[in-house]
């Protein structure tokens, strides 16, 4: 591939005038410290406490504890929505959902917005992304087109998958059932094949800088892995938590409205032997890229995280959705780093999927935009107990344009401090628990008098952020609410104008009452 210090002075010589577009700094290096590199493993609907190392379930999950006992595991990670797309553009961007454009599956990343990908191609750092993206905005399988920023050699998504199959595989690849065929082996799988890239990739590219994504769409349904893991979790059973029984009564009434088939009945056992197979599939497809990175590239920064949890029926839901409990918002995220990340260490310092482009600019020797709205964290994977945010954001907009289902339009923002979590759902009933008190998230203390300064200081703090990441969603009703009848509210909410700062792709913007370059991106609004 030719990288765009290439690029530039091949036009050079060209006689095309590159001179808006100046060549990328040179990463400045320590004698013997050879080429930066990252690799990022994301999986797919993997929740906290599925690794065995983040709790003892009875899942084998050897490899990601492998990741654990070399490096670092992060108790209080958050996503940013639980769910697929939404998550993944904050990920890969460093921008909420509501700035990326992907508040729901199915929609497309904004035209102003770039990924980590881009930001670094365009510094020569070679980027290349294999597995599932979900950001096209067409389907759950995207385009066999590769996102701008990524080498288009390497670019591997479900679609280009589903094109190496045969018309009947096709099929056979998404029914649940082909799970129990054994002549459904490992290469016919989606995440065998993605390893299979990676491990050619880590192979012929060690001797570079360079950031190897490699997501895994396992074990998200139809979650399907050859027969052996299948039957391994046959009679495997998920222990229960309490809040498999909450009744809901003082919950927001989506949630009522999802439970409802289930909010009289008593949960039979959680058995899955599919899902948690094709999880089990995955950890044993991670032990292989782990393998081929201690053999090529020992030094490299390697990460693994998940894109959201699942239910598994607790607080009588399923799947994921419009809401903020820590089975579907809080997911493993782990930090292997040799020589710079300390072995077998656990943080409970708050880390967030915001903070991942961020950390890449800062690994890589770049400076962090401004426009990235979760900074670096890299700080954390050298002192685990260092803070780099005393809160983490969450949201939700909807499930997927695609469906009038998964209860349609329902906003939420959320606010996580470590212990407490305040909750909006602004068309129905507010949350926040005492997650030290309440770890299961059964008591809703959203109208406790002795929790009002805590609830209210969060509230604002809640507020100010939607403010800040210019959240085309705020407005006085996120502030009034039945539990704070007192805020002040104003037509005009916080009163200013709040404009993009220099993000390095697009011009300065211009000052509406003037016409002039702004000088200050915030400012109060002349009407």
């Given amino acids: 591939m030719i990288n765009r210090r290439d690029f530039l002075k091949l036009a050079g010589a060209a006689g095309v005038n590159c001179a808006t577009q100046p060549a990328p700094p040179v990463l400045s290096r320590q004698p013997g410290e050879g080429p930066r590199q990252a690799v990022i493993i994301l999986g797919e609907s993997v929740r906290y406490d599925m690794l065995n190392c983040n709790r003892r379930t009875g899942l084998k999950t050897p490899n990601f504890d492998r990741i654990a006992a070399d490096g670092i595991s992060f108790e209080r990670a958050y996503n940013c929505q639980p769910v697929c797309a939404p998550a993944r553009s904050a990920i890969w961007t460093g921008l909420y959902p509501h700035t990326t454009g992907v508040w729901g599956n199915s929609m497309p990343l904004g035209n102003t917005t770039h990924t980590i990908g881009q930001r670094l191609t365009d510094q020569g750092v070679h980027c290349a992304f294999i597995g599932k993206w979900h950001l096209s905005g067409t389907d759950y399988f995207d385009t066999e087109r590769s996102a701008a920023g990524w080498d288009k050699n390497y670019w591997y998504d479900m679609r280009d998958y589903l094109e190496e199959l045969t018309p009947a595989d096709h099929v056979r690849s998404r029914n649940p059932d082909t799970g129990d065929d054994p002549t459904w082996t490992a290469d016919k799988c989606y995440g065998y094949r993605c390893t299979q890239h990676a491990l050619d990739f880590l192979e012929k590219h060690k001797d570079e800088d360079f950031l190897l994504v490699i997501s895994y769409d396992e074990p998200h349904g139809p979650a399907l892995c050859p027969i052996e893991y299948t039957r391994t979790h046959k009679d495997f059973i998920f222990p229960m938590n309490v809040n498999v029984r909450d009744s809901l009564a003082d919950k927001p009434e989506e949630q009522r409205v999802w439970a409802a088939p289930r909010l009289k009945e008593t949960q039979p056992p959680i058995k899955a032997p599919h899902f948690f197979g094709a999880h089990t599939f995955i950890d044993h497809e991670v032990g292989r890229v782990l393998d081929s990175v201690e053999a090529h590239t020992p030094k490299a920064l390697l990460m693994y995280t998940s894109d959201h949890g699942v239910f598994l029926e607790s607080h009588r839901l399923t799947d994921k959705g419009p809401a903020m409990y820590d089975e579907i918002t809080r997911i493993p995220f782990l930090v292997r780093w040799p020589g710079h990340a300390p072995a077998n260490t656990r943080s409970k310092s708050l880390v967030s999927h915001i903070n991942i482009a961020g950390t890449m600019m800062e690994f890589f020797g770049f400076d962090v935009p401004k426009t990235l709205e979760g900074g670096s964290a890299l700080s954390l994977f050298h002192d685990p107990n260092a803070t780099v945010q005393k809160e983490v954001f969450i949201e939700?907009?909807?499930?997927?344009?695609?469906?009038?289902?998964?209860?349609?339009?329902?906003?939420?923002?959320?606010?996580?401090?470590?212990?407490?979590?305040?909750?909006?759902?602004?068309m129905t009933t507010d949350e926040m628990y005492d997650q030290q008190a309440d770890p299961s998230e059964m008591n809703n203390l959203i109208d406790s008098g002795e929790h009002a300064a805590i609830r209210n200081q969060l509230h604002d703090r809640l507020l100010d952020w939607m403010n800040r990441s210019r959240d085309a969603f705020r407005g006085y009703y996120w502030g009034r609410r039945r539990w704070r009848p007192d805020f002040p509210v104003t037509w005009e909410n916080a009163g200013y104008t709040r404009q993009r700062e220099d993000d390095g792709y697009l011009p300065r913007e211009l000052d509406y009452d003037t016409g002039l370059t702004m000088t200050a991106a915030t400012r109060p609004k002349h009407l």
């Fill in 396 to 426: 939700w907009g909807r499930y997927e344009v695609d469906h009038d289902g998964f209860g349609g339009f329902q906003p939420i923002r959320c606010v996580c401090d470590g212990r407490y979590k305040l909750t909006i759902n602004l």
